[in-house]
């Protein structure tokens, strides 16, 4: 019986399922059921509307971040920060690695990507120095046949290690992730 309720509350997607349509179709031992479905934290119950609806825990997530804009908005910058948090412990364990090739035909990865991409900068820049970081992708990643993550991982560490050098902007369809906002423009200091 339990397995046949908790198919049904899942099988409801993201609008739930009613609990007197639940108990209608399941019977009186299912209080009982979902009772110690929610002191497990399998399931959710909340009021929508007058009446009390169940949902397993993904669905109410999708649920809320559907119908909640608020939900909506910190579940977003949630994300950003696993991202950016992603992007930093990956960007940690490349700073201190020695690698020897990280794009072909450079002997010393680290200054061959940092002149490619001054030049890179200098031929996209604007009258006033910026240039987006996604033009500048495009150009090194054609070339060197690099992938996206790749390039950017690189660049984040280039802009990193020399602060006095290069400033980011936020903005821009794709760029760095810093303290989840993208900074989408680079340029010369």
Request: aromatic share 8%; hydrophobic share 30%.
């Amino acid at each position: 019986m339990r397995d046949s309720i908790v198919e049904r509350i899942s099988s409801a997607g993201p609008s739930g399922i009613k609990k007197t349509d639940l108990k209608r179709v399941v019977g009186k031992g299912c209080d009982d059921i979902i009772q110690e479905l929610l002191d497990k934290e399998e399931i959710i119950v909340d009021k929508k509307g007058s009446a009390y609806f169940v949902w397993t825990k993904k669905n109410y997530l999708t649920h809320l971040s559907q119908k909640d804009p608020k939900f909506k908005i910190v579940l977003n910058m949630i994300n950003s920060i696993n991202q950016t948090d992603t992007v930093n412990e990956h960007t940690n364990s490349q700073h201190g690695a020695q690698t020897t090739v990280l794009l072909q035909g450079y002997t010393d990865a680290n200054v061959g990507f940092e002149k490619e991409f001054n030049q890179c900068l200098s031929e996209s820049a604007t009258s006033i120095g910026w240039a987006p970081f996604s033009q500048i992708r495009k150009k090194i990643c054609e070339s060197h046949n690099i992938s996206r993550e790749r390039f950017y991982s690189l660049a984040s560490d280039l802009v990193e290690t020399h602060r006095e050098k290069y400033e980011v902007s936020t903005g821009g369809e794709e760029g760095l992730l810093l303290r989840g906002l993208v900074h989408g423009f680079v340029r010369n200091v």
